[in-house]
């Protein structure tokens, strides 16, 4: 049993087993999947779809933070790929084709791509602190998605585009085998190859890394280029499935949440060893404490005050020391005692 707590993903585990019981008990149903029109529905599924963006956003977190960086731009970037995307279906002359849709989608992952790199440039090459490169786009990004909308809300409407958010394929929700599809790849990528070695290798020393040979500016531009399509695919997401670009509000401290996502998956904001397992557990934590919050009816204005709280304690779960102290409190048995008294 103590080995399997001392493992990194035991304790999220148990908190998202935790939050999922509470819900049970004040939902009967809650657990429940039902099949409707050749479609999945519940909680659950409703919790995996909902946490779809947050869950691609955090894989792309995890291997920046991996690699000793941070990531503040990705809500930017979620809005500059939905302002894109929808602002091209609404200018084209037949916003509602299948081919002005794929192209929109289309845009929409370049722009993230560029973004990238552009990120990647600023850390990589000129050198500039992970958190004040990606800060320059956090700011930047609301307002070059608001060029891009003349600073509206643009609607559209096309089903093929809508289908990326709101659409089912096997039963199940588009948006949840997409995020299956890309974890796959990043786990295929990362773990069945030499990258996620050399991402932690970098993350651990990049000075020892580039002594023994390996270019370290090439895997800080992959991390950060993977992590702006992770979050270019999050903003199609996000603008599908209410059929509209919202330059101000979409993504909107998103990144936050892909933080926590990431730190409660075990992976360490010093670089190095990581998670992605762990981290789609955290954001499923985070998800599903949004659902609690509504399903325990507790107000909206403390709601962020909840979420901090259950975070901050299976982060110190998590934490050695934490565990070390809670060790030490414990109280001495009897025959300890009673052995230490008669030395």
Known sequence: MKSILKNRLAWPVIALVALLAVNQIFRADFLSLRMQDGHLYGSLIDIMRNGAPTILIALGMTLVIASRGIDLSVGAVVAIAGAASCAYIAASPEPASP???AVAVLIAVVAGLVLGVWNG?????????PIIATLVLMTAGRGIAQLITDGQIVSVTNDSYKAIGAGYLFTLPISILITA???ILAAVLTRRTALGT?????????????????????IIWIVYIFSAFCAAIAGL???????????????LYIEMDAILAVVIGGTSLAGGRYSLVGTVVGAFIIQTLTTTVY?????PEVTLVFKALVVLTVCLLQAPKARNLLRNLKPASPLRTKEKVAV
């Open 121 to 129: 440039f600023l850390v990589s090459t000129i050198g500039i602190q």
């Open 181 to 183: 599809v890309v974890f």
């Open 295 to 299: 399903t325990l009816g507790i107000p």
């Open 99 to 101: 081919v002005t849709a």
């Open 237 to 251: 997401m996000i603008s599908s499935n209410v059929t509209a670009a919202d330059a101000n509000n979409a993504g």
């Open 198 to 218: 050399l991402i932690e290798a970098v993350g651990i020393n990049p000075v020892a890394s580039r002594l023994a040979g390996l270019r370290a500016r090439n």
